[in-house]
């Protein structure tokens, strides 16, 4: 059984204020003559459910191409905030461990861990603000093993962080990340990811169909 987690790319779904909004229009109809209809979208990198790319944050790393294809398939453990934890949550090593070791005394870093922090542009609208990681769980996150952090929130970082510490620490030291997951209705476990970031040339980041399959 597959478990759909996206976003859908759509012009309802909330994007970061400014940025540009997903529209579908049209080159050709055929309610105009044309043999097809024929679409033409327009839509920021990060609408919807999507891969960043390093080049998001310092224009001399890969761009979307390079976003290693492995790295977003394969066993996934997902994690969840409690669901009234505080918009500006600070998600410590202590807490990481702690939702990792829930059934188990062993500390074991996943190779691939997602994140639902309930605050989601699933709700309706952008959230002011959610939790994220500090980098130093980041940082130790990925001295462990971790290649893969994924996030229901718009992004792994802070609203207003204009550094993007968690961005860096993920990035320098070979993991990515995945935003605007659909959590809401995944229990916490191990799954099997299927993320693969489309193809996309020259980008920053690159759009997702993102899919669980219980392990």
């Avoid at 970061?16 to 080159?27: I, K, M, Q």
């Avoid at 066993?75 to 702690?98: K, N």
């Amino acid at each position: 059984m597959l478990i759909d987690i996206s976003l859908s790319f759509a012009a309802h779904v909330p994007v970061w204020p400014g940025d540009t909004p997903f529209s579908c229009g049209w080159t050709a109809r055929r309610e105009d003559g044309a043999s097809v209809n024929l679409g033409a979208l327009t839509m920021s990198a990060h609408a919807g459910t999507h891969a960043d790319a390093p080049l998001h944050v310092e224009s001399s790393w890969g761009a979307s191409e390079s976003l290693p294809a492995e790295v977003f398939v394969g066993p996934v453990h997902v994690i969840a905030l409690p669901s009234d934890c505080a918009a500006d949550l600070v998600i410590t090593r202590e807490l990481v461990i702690g939702l990792l070791t829930m059934h188990d005394t062993e500390v074991i870093v996943p190779t691939r861990v997602l994140c639902r922090t309930g605050y989601s542009v699933s709700r309706g609208a952008f959230p002011d603000a959610w939790p994220t990681l500090h980098a130093d769980a980041a940082v130790w996150l990925v001295n462990n093993g971790l290649r893969l952090w994924g996030t229901d929130a718009p992004s792994v970082d802070a609203r207003s962080s204009t550094a993007l510490p968690v961005h860096r620490a993920l990035f320098t030291a070979g993991a990515y990340v995945l935003e605007n997951l659909a959590l809401r209705d995944v229990v916490p476990g191990v799954y099997e990811l299927l993320a693969q970031p489309l193809a996309i040339h020259g980008a920053d980041a690159a759009p997702v169909r993102a899919m669980l399959r219980l392990a």
